[in-house]
């Protein structure tokens, strides 16, 4: 029997982001362990972009599904959005990483 460390569970969180209804990225998954791997493999499979990062992905567990990401979140998860952006450059118009950081770090 193999041993798991806690490095090595995976965890995973889902944001769901519309400007014109939210003023931040909510949560709308979030898992860990056999959760987390059936996020993964259904984003894969639905092509949504996976962004790996384990200290985001810690913070995001730590709230609710629903919840808007707190306001110590809005850079990071603006990079996050702006690397998205890139990835699908129809994308752009989904997105105002200006709104996301309400222009504190613009």
Same mark, same amino acid.
């Given at each position: 029997?193999?041993r798991?460390s806690? %490095?090595?569970?995976?965890k995973?969180?889902?944001?769901k ?5 939210h003023s931040?990225?909510?949560v ?11 996020m ?9 972009p996976?962004?790996e ?6 913070s ?10 707190p306001? #110590?979140?809005?850079y990071?998860?603006? #990079?996050?959005l ?16 200006? #709104?996301?950081v309400?222009?504190? %770090?613009?």
């Amino acid at each position: 029997m193999s041993r798991t460390s806690k %490095h090595d569970i995976k965890k995973a969180a889902a944001l769901k982001y519309e400007s014109d209804k939210h003023s931040a990225p909510k949560v709308v998954g979030i898992g860990e362990g056999l959760v987390a791997e059936k996020m993964l493999q259904t984003a894969k499979e639905s092509q949504v972009p996976i962004v790996e990062d384990l200290d985001v992905a810690k913070s995001l567990l730590k709230l609710d599904i629903g919840d808007e990401i707190p306001e #110590e979140l809005y850079y990071v998860i603006a #990079e996050v959005l702006a690397f998205i952006t890139r990835l699908d450059i129809n994308a752009k118009d989904k997105y105002t990483l200006k #709104e996301i950081v309400k222009g504190k %770090h613009a």
